[in-house]
C-alpha cells in the first residue's frame, strides 16, 4: 500500500466533497435536523422527583437541591431509598457509594445505583438529568457506571415496544441515536459510493489507474474520506444535542465501527455501479433496511415483537443498540453489539478484499 | 523507481504479438501484431468501434488481452503492468478531469500521485498555454483547453511512450491544430506517440507509421507515403489550353493515351501529379468510409 498515494487521494476527495453541494448535503442534513429537532422536541424536566442516599456530603446533593424544578428527597440508608420512592411516587431513588465525590475528582468512575420509579417518561427525563449533572460536575464525561437492580418501568415487550434498550432514553436521547445513525448510514450508503461511481462515470478512474495508484490506494482514499465525513458528523451531533454523556467511550466504539461497517457497505455498492442515477436508485433501497432498527425503534410492534427479532440481523440494529445503552450509562451491556458490529466489519472487509483483487485481477 | 532507470531492451518500445480480446461475445480485437519504435509518432487508424481504444486499454495495463502478448518498454503489460506506469503517459477519448478543481489542482493532484515536483505543473502549463486560465474550475474551460490540459497531465512523469486516444475530436479547426502542433514538438523531442485517430490528413502529417484497424483487425501496416503507393491511385490533373481540367488515372491505359495526345497537340498548359489520400487507401482497403 502507497500511503502517500492514498493520502493525495483522500485529500482531493476531502476537499472536492466540500464543493460538491449533493455530497456537502449529505454531511449537513442529519447535522442540521438534530438541531431542529433537539429544539423541537426538548424535554428537559419541568419537574422531577428524585430521593437520594449519600453516606457522606456531596456536591452532586446540593447541586440537585439548588435546581429549580427539582424536588430532592434525601435519606439516611440504602434501603430507605426504595420505600421512600414508593412513598413519593418519585422518579428516581439514587444510591450514591461512600467517597463518591473524591472518586469523581480523582477521575474514577463510581458506581451509582438507579431504582426506578412508575412513570417511564418520567424516570428516562430524570435519568438524563442525572447523568448531564453528574457529568456537569466531573467536567469530564463518562463520570459514573450506572447499576439498575430491576428493569425500567418500559422495559422489554410487556410494553409493547419491542426494544428493549430503549429503556431509560429520552426522546432527546433517541433524536441524538436516530440522527446519528442516520448521518453515517447516509455517508456510508450515499456519499461513499458516490465518490467510487463519480470516479467510473467521469473516467477519471482510468486516468487514476494508469498513474501509480492502484485500485486498492484508491478504495483506502474513500474509506479514509468516508470514515471522516461520518465521524465529523456524528461528533457534531453528539455536541450540540447533549450526546457527549452516559458511556462515552461505549459511543464513539460504536459509532467508530458502525462509520467503518456502513463505509464498507458503500464501497461494495460503488464497486458494482457505474453510473449516478443507477446508485441513487440502489442507494436508497439499501438505506431503508439499514434505517429500519431505529425507525423502528420508536413504533409499538404489538404482536409484530418478531419483527425486533429478525432487524436484529440489520448490522445497524447494533449500533443503535450499543448507542443507545451508552447514552444512558449502561454501556457495559453493550460489549455483545459492539463485538457484532466488529464482526460485521470483519466480513465486509473481506467482502471488500475480494471485490479488490477481482477489479485487479 | 523512476522512468529514467527503467531499462529500454531494444529499439521496439511497444510490441504486440496476436494480441486479442473479447467483449460480450463479439471478437474487438483479432489477434493483432505490431511493433513501435523508440521516437516514432505511430497511427492507429480506424473507425469507431474498430478496436482502438480497446488495444490502447490493453497496452496500457487496463485490460488483460484474452490471447497474445504485448510488452511496453519491455515490460509485459499483464505480469508487469505497475512497472509500465511509471513509462507511460495517457490522454484519454474522454475529457476525464475533475471539472470542480482548476487546471492547477488537476496537475498537482496527479504530480502527487506520479511523486513528480509540482513545480514542473507550472512548467507544464506555460508549455500547454494555460497559466493564464490554471486556477479557473475545469468546468469553465473549453474543449480545446481541456483537451490541453489532459496532455500536460500526460507529460507531468516525462513518459517514454505517450497514447493518444482521438486527442482532437470534436475540437473546433484551431483547437485541433494546437494540439497537433504540440503532438509533432513530442515526435520531433524523442517521445513516442501511439496516436489512435479516425481524422487520416492528421495521421498523414504526424505519423512516421500507421496501421489501417477494421473489425479488430490489422489490414495494413506502413509509412503514409508507402500505403498512398501501394494501395492508392496514381492521377494527373490537366490544364488544356481551352480553360478546361482533366483528372486522368495514370495506371489507364485510355488515360494515358489520351495525355500523350493532347501532349503531341501542344494543347497542354499544365500537369500537376496528385497523390492519393490515406481515406482512399482505407477506402480500397476496407470497401467503406471511415466516418
Not at chain 1, 189 to 211: F, I, R, S, W, Y
Not at chain 1, 265 to 277: A, E, F, K, Q, Y
Not at chain 1, 345 to 354: D, H, K, N, P
Not at chain 2, 267 to 280: G, M, W
Amino acid at each position: 500500500m502507497k500511503w502517500r498515494t492514498v493520502w493525495a487521494i483522500a485529500w482531493k476527495d476531502l476537499v472536492d466533497a466540500l464543493r460538491n453541494a449533493r455530497l456537502l448535503l449529505l454531511v449537513i442534513m442529519p447535522i442540521g435536523f438534530s438541531v431542529l429537532y433537539g429544539y423541537l422536541f426538548r424535554d428537559t424536566p419541568t419537574s422531577a422527583e428524585i430521593v437520594i442516599y449519600s453516606p457522606q456530603p456531596s456536591a452532586l446533593v446540593t447541586r440537585l437541591g439548588e435546581m429549580e424544578g427539582v424536588s430532592l428527597f434525601v435519606v439516611d440508608s440504602p434501603q430507605a431509598v426504595a420505600a421512600k420512592l414508593a412513598e413519593e411516587n418519585a422518579a428516581l431513588g439514587v444510591v450514591l457509594p461512600t467517597g463518591f465525590d473524591e472518586a469523581l475528582r480523582s477521575g474514577e468512575r463510581p458506581q451509582v445505583e438507579l431504582l426506578y420509579g412508575e412513570n417511564a417518561d418520567a424516570v428516562r427525563a430524570t435519568q438524563r438529568l442525572l447523568l448531564l449533572t453528574v457529568d456537569d460536575l466531573s467536567g469530564r464525561p463518562p463520570a459514573v457506571r450506572l447499576r439498575t437492580p430491576s428493569p425500567p418501568p418500559d422495559q422489554g415487550e410487556k410494553a409493547g415496544r419491542g426494544m428493549d434498550f430503549l429503556a431509560g432514553l429520552d426522546l432527546q436521547g433517541y433524536f441524538v441515536v436516530l440522527w446519528v445513525v442516520m448521518g453515517l448510514v447516509m455517508t456510508g450508503a450515499m456519499l461513499v459510493p458516490t465518490l467510487v461511481v463519480e470516479e467510473k462515470e467521469k473516467g477519471t478512474l482510468d486516468a487514476l489507474l494508469v498513474t501509480p495508484a492502484g485500485y486498492s490506494e484508491v478504495v483506502t482514499g474513500k474509506v479514509i474520506v468516508g470514515m471522516v465525513y461520518a465521524l465529523i458528523g456524528s461528533l457534531i451531533i453528539l455536541a450540540l444535542n447533549g450526546g457527549f454523556t452516559g458511556d462515552v467511550a461505549v459511543s464513539l466504539a460504536a459509532i467508530v465501527l458502525g462509520s467503518l461497517a456502513l463505509t464498507l457497505i458503500g464501497l461494495l455498492l460503488g464497486g458494482l455501479v457505474d453510473n449516478l442515477s443507477t446508485l441513487n436508485t440502489w442507494s436508497s433501497f439499501i438505506m431503508l433496511p439499514l434505517l429500519l432498527p431505529i425507525l423502528l425503534a420508536a413504533i409499538p410492534l404489538g404482536r409484530l415483537g418478531f419483527v425486533a427479532e429478525a432487524v436484529k440481523l440489520i448490522p445497524t440494529y447494533h449500533l443503535v443498540r450499543g448507542l443507545s445503552l451508552a447514552l444512558t450509562g449502561r454501556g457495559g451491556e453493550a460489549w455483545g453489539n459492539l463485538a457484532a458490529l466488529a464482526g460485521v466489519t470483519a466480513l465486509l472487509f473481506g467482502a471488500v478484499l475480494w471485490s479488490l483483487r477481482r477489479q485487479e485481477a | 523507481m523512476t522512468a529514467s532507470r527503467l531499462p529500454l531492451p531494444d529499439q521496439a518500445v511497444i510490441q504486440a504479438f496476436d494480441l486479442t480480446r473479447t467483449y460480450n461475445g463479439t471478437l474487438a480485437v483479432d489477434h493483432i501484431s505490431f511493433q513501435v519504435q523508440r521516437g516514432e509518432v505511430f497511427g492507429f487508424l480506424g473507425p469507431n468501434g474498430a478496436g482502438k481504444t480497446t488495444t490502447v486499454k490493453m497496452l496500457t495495463g487496463r485490460l488483460r488481452p484474452d490471447e497474445g502478448t504485448a510488452t511496453v518498454g519491455g515490460f509485459d503489460v499483464v505480469r508487469e503492468r505497475e512497472r509500465i506506469k511509471p513509462l507511460i503517459g495517457v490522454v484519454f477519448e474522454i475529457q476525464n478531469l475533475y471539472e470542480r478543481m482548476s487546471g492547477r489542482e488537476n496537475l498537482r493532484f496527479f504530480a502527487r500521485l506520479h511523486g513528480v515536483d509540482v513545480g514542473r505543473v507550472e512548467t507544464l502549463l506555460e508549455h500547454v498555454g494555460l497559466a493564464e486560465r490554471a486556477g479557473d474550475k475545469v468546468k469553465t474551460y473549453s474543449n480545446g483547453m481541456r483537451q490541453r490540459l489532459l496532455i500536460a497531465r500526460a507529460l507531468l512523469n516525462e513518459p517514454r511512450v505517450l497514447f493518444l486516444d482521438e486527442p482532437t475530436r470534436g475540437l473546433d479547426p484551431t483547437a485541433a491544430r494546437d494540439i497537433r502542433h504540440t503532438i509533432q514538438r513530442l515526435g520531433q523531442a524523442g517521445t513516442t506517440v501511439f496516436l489512435t485517430t479516425h481524422y487520416m490528413e492528421e495521421a498523414d502529417q504526424l505519423c512516421r507509421r500507421v496501421a489501417f484497424l477494421s473489425e479488430g483487425r490489422i489490414l495494413a501496416l506502413d509509412t503514409p507515403q508507402a500505403l498512398k503507393l501501394r494501395y492508392g491511385k496514381r492521377r494527373a490533373s490537366v490544364l488544356l489550353d481551352d480553360g478546361s481540367e482533366h483528372v486522368l488515372a495514370l495506371d489507364d491505359p485510355a488515360d494515358a493515351e489520351r495525355l500523350a495526345r493532347w501532349m503531341s497537340e501542344g494543347r497542354v498548359l499544365t500537369v500537376h501529379s496528385q497523390e492519393a489520400t490515406l481515406e482512399e487507401v482505407f477506402i480500397r482497403l476496407t470497401g467503406r468510409a471511415l466516418a
